[in-house]
């Protein structure tokens, strides 16, 4: 993609600032297509409509959600640290947006197929803790620094299991770039690492229940790291009325809604890449090439993302305690131990 | 709990570093207060200290109204806002009392509706306590279940009284209004349709292992602690304490009908946790569904105005007449001077009773349990200010 902008353009900044601005072209229309799903989602589990009267179902709603956030006053509360507050709802989405970067649509879509890929996506998405820590800080209000810390607290603790499985992920595969990792997937459903990975027979039984393992680890680790129920800890709105956003109003606040909205895109990518073949086909080589590749890449991204709806609506939210139990006593213990499995059976 | 440091740290530059404890307010607008209760609370980090609940932002003068009214029939519809998820018990209450007051019988079928619409009332109203309760935990899909249920409860009251929340249903000495010829195939229908739904609720709610985790163990109220704060109802019950009015202190035609009264056993932790409560509400939708049903079967005919007396002026004295409203004893003390007010009337509410107790269960909690306690404690701030 890259070398074609090059080409088309020569080398000016120009390239660069199309190749920084096409993540937004997917962000947006998906941001409301899921805002959409998940009410829809939700209404049915409900035994409800849901939005039935602006367009055709309700299709346009997202759209007036959006005109009507446009038109609210942007209130500044007077108590509150003034830059910080400005400052936070862009950090939170830059955290968010960068991870955008290496995300491999397709073989011939990356935004910049950096061989630390993973990696990278780990340490940017931690921005995301700073954002939200300055809002809960700069909002001046103590519901609000109540979120703020619970969703530091969260995240940091969070980041551990995820990382162990995407380190599980990275002995197999022997690299951190996203691309290689769903290159090393292709050719086929059999060969996504959820499954073993393309290895003989023997050595994919071994591996395959491990990565099972490693794959409910990393999900439930997601779950928590983008704030969503049973892991709504910060922002849990009948405890902390909101959390850290309490004070947002107008396009602050949206910028938020925004970047939960497209971490939750970001973390089933990840799952997505690291357990499901990314942008492989499961076909083998029917249904391949750039354009598919995206549709594979998007479609399978899309599934978790309704999988963490579905779980969203019908399960509770546990308490700080619990939440950090579950971190330190269970996942961990299971992610470590995977971890030394894995190795032995990939030296083996 | 944890334990509160006492001894001060030191910084790296030789400061001393103390901690403090933090006042934060619970209310009057908090999602998980149902109502406008203030809780203030005092809190080390995310445990909470201790709890100060402020009460009145919703007092309407129940009582002193009650004194300015032209005859006692015009009390009832005050009644009807105070507890404003079950005005027919409410209503029930305020009518046993004064009818005993004017030492009125009242026809047969009168208390059999009476009865009928409230355990329908009970079953509304511990729909709405149980849905809360999954929004408090963070289960909001529990409860789009439960108001479709409670829907079809309030289509009944709808079609027998024109009301859909605060009925003027239940008169001294009678009815309003006899129920419509199709109410009890209606009413049937609904028992029907509702009992394979409490299985499903408690599938998706209360056997659910994160809900489990949130309430058992949470909020213990000992029946000795119960019993001292006056508390009654479900709260009283599910501190183990076999107590009921309907059955222990029978008005009405209760003790004609069969049921159990359902007790906290402390199943999932201790005897008297938030999901004991919670656990018994549950139980009591079965048993108020049994008691419809016995009820629709064994109704008699007759007329419902037959006892309604034109003019009501008791003889001086005084009465108290207590029954069990869905939050617990609901009793009424009335003074009469001989005219046609009343000279004086006390209500006493079990949800007032119940919060009492709210400081002493919930220290060394953290904040998320106090939503859990508070949701338990199922107050509705109409009756708790009056």
Known sequence: ?348 | MSEIITTPATSSTGRTLRTEEMILNMGPQHPATHGVLRLELVVDGEIVVDVIPHIGYLHRCFEKHCEHMTNYQQVIPYTDRMDYVASMTNEFGYVVAAERLLKIQVPERVEYIRVIMAELQRIASHLIAIGTYGIDIGAFTPFLYCFRDREKILDLFEMTCGARLLYNYMWVGGLSHDIPPDFIPKAKEFCAYFKPNIKELNDLLTYNEIFVKRTANVGVLPADVAINYGCSGPMLRGSGVDWDLRRDDPYSVYHKFEWDVCVGKGEMGTVGDCWDRHIVRAREMEQSVRIIEQALAQIPEGDVHAAIPKRIRPNPGEVYARIESPRGELGYYIVSDGSATPYRIKARSPAFSNLSVINEISKGAMIADMVAIAGSIDIVLGEVDR
């Open chain 1, 1 to 348: 993609m890259e070398q074609f902008l090059t080409s088309l353009l020569g080398d000016t900044i120009w390239v660069h600032i199309i190749m920084g601005a096409l993540p937004l072209v997917f962000i947006l229309p998906y941001a409301l297509v899921t805002i959409y799903l998940e009410m829809k989602i939700a209404a049915h589990m409900q035994d409800r409509l849901a939005y039935m009267r602006t367009g055709w179902h309700g299709t346009l709603q997202p759209f007036a959600d959006i005109l009507k956030l446009l038109q609210k006053e942007d209130t500044i509360p007077t108590a509150a640290d003034k830059i910080l507050f400005l400052l936070s709802p862009y950090i939170v989405f830059t955290g968010t947006y960068a991870a955008f970067a290496v995300l491999p649509f397709s073989k011939a879509y990356i935004g910049s197929d950096l061989n630390i890929g993973v990696f990278y996506i780990v340490a940017v998405s931690s921005l995301v803790v700073v954002g939200l820590l300055m809002a809960g800080w700069a909002s001046n209000n103590k519901w609000s620094l109540f979120g703020a810390l619970r969703s530091a607290a969260q995240i940091v603790s969070y980041e551990i299991p995820s990382a162990f499985a995407i380190l599980a992920v990275i002995m197999i595969t022997g690299t951190m770039s996203l691309n290689s990792i769903s290159d090393f997937q292709s050719s086929g459903i059999q060969n996504w690492l959820i499954f073993g990975g393309p290895f003989p027979m023997g050595k994919k039984l071994l591996l395959f229940p491990f990565m099972l393992i490693m794959f409910v680890i990393y999900y439930v680790a997601s779950m928590a790291e983008v704030n969503r129920t049973p892991f709504d800890i910060p922002e849990a709105e009948s405890e902390l009325v909101q959390g850290y956003n309490t004070e947002f109003s107008g396009m602050k606040f949206a910028m938020f809604y925004l970047s939960e909205y497209a971490n939750l895109f970001v973390v089933s990518a990840i799952v997505t890449v690291l357990f499901f073949g990314g942008w492989a086909s499961p076909f083998g080589t029917f249904m391949s090439g750039p354009g598919w590749d995206a549709f594979w890449f998007i479609t399978k991204g899309m599934f978790f993302v309704c999988v963490n709806i579905w779980l969203r609506w019908t399960l509770p939210r546990l308490r700080v305690d619990q939440l950090m139990y579950v971190s330190w006593k269970v996942l961990t213990p299971f992610a470590l131990f995977c971890v030394l499995a894995i190795g032995l059976i990939v030296v083996w």
